[in-house]
């Protein structure tokens, strides 16, 4: 028998040990909440994704009366980069998350595991690893790529 364990690693950063670049892209995804369409969990989260193309895009949960036809805010901002921007390939990720009062989660939300296969695809596609940001009222994660959140994930056949 041989063992094998998994690590994630996580940086736990607080707001202001972000680099430029990256308070922006948190304050993208922040702002993404604000146009999530929660009315059932009221749960809004907003993703924001940095291509290399300079163009940053963003999407948010979009929620429907029959549950399942609704989708995350990660798989809106990922399949709307890869509609607009098919060429362009993912830099970084941001999400960010506010529950019914409005206010920011305290702790942040990683991505369902849906999403996480979603990204992982895009990160595949780009050839190298995509830096996540995960955004909580105290900290934020930061993650060196999305296979380090889905370790043993399917990604050929
Ligand atoms: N949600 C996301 O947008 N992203 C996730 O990674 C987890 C959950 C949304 C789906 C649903 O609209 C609401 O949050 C509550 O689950």
New binding site residues.
């Given amino acids: 028998m041989t063992r094998k364990d998994i690590l994630t690693p996580i940086e736990v950063l607080h707001r202001d040990e972000l680099t430029s670049a990256q308070s922006a892209l948190v304050d993208k995804a922040i702002d993404a909440t604000r146009r999530?369409y929660?009315p059932?969990?009221r749960?809004?989260?907003g993703?924001a994704i940095m291509l290399d193309n300079g163009v940053t895009v963003t999407g948010?949960?979009?929620?429907n009366a029959a549950f399942p036809s609704?989708?995350?805010?990660?798989?809106?901002a990922c399949f709307y980069a890869g509609a607009q921007y098919p060429e362009a390939r993912f830099q970084s990720i941001a999400?960010a998350?506010r529950d019914a009062s409005g206010e920011l989660v305290t702790q942040p939300?990683?991505?369902?595991g849906?999403?996480r296969q979603s990204l992982l695809e895009y990160e595949k596609l780009a050839g190298h690893d995509v830096d996540l940001l995960l955004v909580g009222r105290n900290e934020i994660y930061h993650l060196p790529s999305v296979h380090s959140l889905l370790p043993l994930a399917f990604t050929s056949f």
């Fill in positions: 999530s929660a059932y969990s749960f809004h989260v993703a948010s949960n979009q929620e609704g989708t995350c805010a990660e798989r809106s999400v998350a939300i990683p991505p369902c849906a999403c």
